[in-house]
């Protein structure tokens, strides 16, 4: 756990608990809103599906809070079949206002530290190539490129890349 103390907001970073799941749904749903970092536009867990994810002893499931408010996620989901089990994939969201204050990197690192105690060999994600603080921030926390789906997704009348990166331990 990481608590810690920015000029204007305090947060702490922990494992989600089930009672976390309705707080987990309205800050990835207020990120889908904003309909610039992730692909859905609405959140398709319910608070029970949402539970049972955050009880998966396969995954690992962060969640920084402020003031009592889920105020980002993330999630690291092991591979299901036997070929990839030694893969995970990491997705994460965090509330606007309280990005770019080291919670995101703090939560990768933890998640890093989690897969090599798991035996995961490697970590997949995938980015827009128009969140470039998030490649940026990805790249320092020592993911690499593997590939790019050109003109995967359309934003705002834009045509934008899927950035798939990794890191192997």
């Known amino acids: 756990m990481f608590l810690?103390?920015?000029p204007e907001i305090e947060?702490?970073?922990r494992i989600a608990k089930p009672s976390d799941a309705s707080g987990i749904i309205r800050c990835m749903q207020s990120v889908m809103d904003e309909k610039i970092?992730?692909?859905?536009?609405i959140y398709l867990y319910t608070e029970r599906g949402e539970k049972d994810m955050i009880r998966n002893p396969d995954d690992l499931n962060l969640v920084a809070t402020s003031k009592g408010e889920v105020v980002g996620i993330m999630k690291i989901q092991r591979g299901i079949f036997r070929k990839n089990r030694h893969t995970a994939t990491l997705g994460i969201a965090i509330l606007?206002?309280?990005?770019?204050?080291?919670i995101g990197s703090k939560m990768i690192s933890q998640g890093i530290e989690w897969c090599k105690r798991e035996g995961i060999k490697k970590l997949n994600l995938e980015v827009f190539s128009s969140?470039?603080?998030a490649i940026s921030l990805y790249k320092k926390m020592g993911f690499e490129v593997e590939g790019v789906r050109k003109n995967?997704?359309?934003i705002f009348d834009k045509y934008v890349d899927d950035v798939l990166m990794a890191i192997n331990f």
């Open 96 to 102: 606007r206002g309280y990005r770019h204050l080291g």
């Open 131 to 133: 969140n470039e603080n």
């Open 152 to 154: 995967q997704f359309l």
């Open 4 to 6: 810690t103390e920015s």
């Open 11 to 13: 947060y702490d970073i």
């Open 37 to 41: 970092y992730l692909v859905g536009d």
